[in-house]
């Protein structure tokens, strides 16, 4: 069953799935773009604000690097957790969301102050420090993404959908598979800038990786952009637009921690030191 047009049922992405949820109720109020915008922002500041937390607290008791470690992987986990419960039911969001977006913020921000004492500690100096150059980043492809989509240059056709999720269930599992092992102490390299040579071939090896993966979380943009017009244009109900600022959320993070590592692969191979 399509939905004006829209078969939810067509697309690999598994946030697209759940076509009942997007389907229109009658009499019913009916998500909107701006409705969509506001709790992407409103979540968005829930990330930042976790961010500082997380900075802070990490901070106020002196963490040693290995609980540093730790507590990053700790929060990962959880978000991880979180995404595929929200996935499985797209309603929990309303409540799975701003609990998501402040545990993803304390994530990256901790494991932004990590990558920055890790430089640090070896000599590299970032200009305006990797979280500004993140950001910048972050900022830049999105604005960048949306732009293309508005003018149609790229489009959330079936295929490209089909496409684009394909390769982030590949990236997943190359994820998955090196924490598995780096559990029984074998490091998999050029996945992280922490086991990535810091020059020679291994270095731009780890630098294309890098940036391959920052292209699909970008493309990722264009699917959650399509997802949010044709929800919209199906008429679905008000309470989806959490579901939908959640899926955005989640791809902006997952682009700022992609930006974060381009920010210090850059640097490393600059050679920029103090």
Known sequence: MALRGFNLTESSNPALKHRELFAPISGAETASINGVINKTA????????????????????????????GWSLGTAIVT??????????????????????????????????????WLASSG?????????????????????????????????????TRVVSTLVLGIFIA?????????????????????????????????????????VASLMLIVDFGMIEKSVKAGSPKRIEWFLGFTLLVTLAWIYYEAVQLSARVAILAGGRD
Do not use: C, H
């Open 175 to 215: 994820y998955a598979v090196s924490f598995v092992l780096w559990i029984f102490g074998i490091y998999v390299p050029f996945i992280s800038v922490f086991t990535t040579p810091e020059s020679g071939s291994g270095a731009w090896i780890g630098l294309g990786i890098n940036v391959f993966v920052l292209l």
């Open 124 to 160: 590299y100096v970032v200009a305006g420090g990797v979280a500004l150059q993140a950001f910048v980043i972050t900022l830049a492809i999105l604005v960048s993404m949306l732009t293309l989509y508005y003018f149609r240059i790229l489009q959330a056709t079936p295929m490209f």
């Open 42 to 69: 409103f979540l968005t500041v829930l990330a930042v604000i976790g961010g500082i937390g997380g900075v802070w607290i990490a901070k106020t008791i002196a963490m040693t690097q290995g609980v540093l470690i």
């Open 80 to 117: 991880i957790g979180l995404y595929f419960a929200a996935i499985r039911n797209p309603m929990r969001a309303v409540a799975l969301a701003p609990i998501y977006a402040l545990i993803q913020g304390a994530f990256l921000g901790v494991i932004t102050m990590l990558i920055d004492r």
